[in-house]
Nanobody
Framework: QVQLVESGGGLVQAGGSLRLSCAASVSIFSFNVMAWYRQAPGKQRELVAAITSGGNTNYADSVKGRFTISRDNAQVYLQMDSLKPEDTAVYYC???????????WGKGTLVTVSS
């Protein structure tokens, strides 16, 4: 069973930065896509950023220019700069493959941005 473990969440003031990390129990290159999602209270889970095995990235419009997704051999990261109170949410790591079709989630890490 694949496990994803997020870390790096916490409380930060508006304008500050945090770096989230996601470690997988298998090589991250086993996955076609790794991504970060977030879910704010009372809202649906939404895609924040994704990176493919080929290194292509995409971002939600709300975080473009402020967040950066990256990876090394062991982990996937989300560098979050210029944080806003509306970025407050639980952030989840996601990993998926196309063939076979699989989809894995971490348990999430809470990010709270104070105004």
């Amino acid at each position: 069973q694949v496990q994803l473990v997020e870390s790096g969440g916490g409380l930060v003031q508006a304008g500050g930065s945090l770096r989230l990390s996601c470690a997988a129990s298998v090589s991250i290159f086993s996955f076609n896509v790794m991504a970060w999602y977030r879910q704010a209270p009372g809202k649906q889970r939404e895609l924040v950023a994704a990176i493919t095995s080929g290194g292509n990235t995409n971002y939600a419009d709300s975080v473009k220019g402020r967040f950066t997704i990256s990876r090394d051999n062991a982990q996937v990261y989300l560098q979050m700069d210029s944080l806003k109170p509306e970025d407050t949410a639980v952030y989840y790591c996601n990993a998926r493959t196309i063939v076979p079709k699989t989809n894995y989630w971490g348990k999430g890490t809470l990010v709270t941005v104070s105004s």
